[in-house]
């Protein structure tokens, strides 16, 4: 799957080796974090529920750490600058749907993070631990956020997934080999 002799990082004509990994973490991670996520939705309140929560609580956990070291990447590496036979605003529409990509990931989190701190429960970001007075209006709000961003997310992620079927099969190009 991976080259060898490929670079750890972006260069001007291709991804690196840490860019298609976080890629590819990141979309396992979301192959069991969203499935996870509605699967909770419908547990009664017990110990086996509390045990899921916790494993989805990490995973998000991990998910957010990994999002921002692929934006910090993303920052301090070049994109590979590739020459499609993209229609006009093509490319335009393709860093929208990354930039909402990531906005959505944070979001999920973040509205996941404050739901269970103002749930009255404490967590450990950042290697300290965070407790927050209860509130559990705010906590339901940012529950809301929460499954409203997930839904976004999947259809942020069904555009992207589309785009790559739709330069396979319409505009003839394997765009998908890019980031394997």
Known sequence: MFNLNMSIFNNISKYGLLAKL???????????QIPLGFYLVDLDFDQFRVDIENYHIL????????TLIRLTFKLLSPTPNFNDNAFPGQKVLAK??????????LTITISGIFKKLFNGESLVIFFKKVNLTYNFELSEQFYSIHVLANYVLIGLIALHILAVLFHKF???????KRIL
């Open 59 to 66: 995973f998000g956990l991990i998910l957010f750490y990994t």
């Open 170 to 176: 319409l505009l003839r190009e394997n765009i998908l």
């Open 22 to 32: 976080i890629h590819w973490l990141t979309a396992a991670g979301l192959l069991i």
């Open 96 to 105: 929208l749907n990354h930039f909402f990509l990531y906005l959505a990931l």
